[in-house]
């Protein structure tokens, strides 16, 4: 099986597709991410009903669904992933939701992920956005608030991974998108950071997209990437 740590982001038009890159990782991956563009797939069968598939063949599934609305709505959201067997949620790193959250997460395996800030966001968007704090400064707020309100973990840069750990200790997950293997093209995203530079700084999981599932081989990129992670 490959390295539990690394998260392979299915960002896919269609769960086909999904399918078929599922099929040429094998046994290199054993973790998969599903974000909104796959969990509401136009097809007959959706990203969650991959989402059930891929439990049931033992792989682990983290869902990206940054859920945030009013408390009843989370928890009961909470409630329904938890029964799936999925192994991650997300959670926008709200205080009020995620307190809902974790209540309803009670005994049950599911880690629930604060998102602090989007890794397609820097200061100037934030800014755009009404907030009068910087990036670094809204990340560590939040990551201090998503471990008083008792979550299982983070989502930040790679960039604010040291600084989450100082915050949250080493028991919390910090899982970091964003992450481009040297020499890839960075897309839309503003902060980035290398495999193993990001578990240098205090990562937990990585979270890989584009560089594997749009490889010309998804399954020698995974590999080189887990073998950069074992170099750590």
């Known amino acids: ?76 959201g909470v409630k329904s992933v938890a029964a799936m067997g999925v192994t991650m949620l997300t959670i926008h790193a709200y205080p009020k939701a995620m307190r809902a959250a974790v209540e309803a997460a009670k005994g049950s395996e599911l880690t629930l992920l604060g998102v602090t800030v989007l890794t397609s966001m820097d200061d100037g968007d934030l800014k755009e956005a009404g907030y009068a704090m910087n990036a670094g400064d809204l990340v560590r707020l939040r990551a201090q608030q998503a471990a008083e309100s ?45 495999p193993a530079d990001a578990l240098k700084a205090g990562a937990s999981h990585l979270v890989v997209a584009r560089p594997i599932v749009a490889a010309s081989n998804p399954r020698e990129a995974a590999l080189a990437i887990t073998e950069e992670m074992a170099s750590v």
């Open 1 to 76: 099986m490959g390295d539990p740590r690394l998260i392979v982001g299915l960002d896919l038009p269609s769960v086909n597709r999904a399918r078929e890159v599922i099929d040429q990782l094998g046994d290199a991956v054993s973790f998969y991410k599903i974000g909104h563009q796959l969990a509401f797939a136009p097809e007959k069968e959706n990203g969650l009903h991959l989402a059930r598939q891929l439990i049931d063949q033992g792989k682990q599934v983290f869902l990206d669904l940054k859920l945030l609305d009013i408390d009843n709505t989370v928890a009961n």
């Open 150 to 194: 008792g979550m299982g973990g983070i989502v930040a840069s790679a960039l604010e991974a040291s600084a989450i750990r100082s915050i949250v200790g080493s028991d919390m997950a910090v899982v970091t998108p964003g992450i481009r293997p040297a020499g890839t093209d960075h897309g839309d995203q503003k902060r980035v950071m290398t």
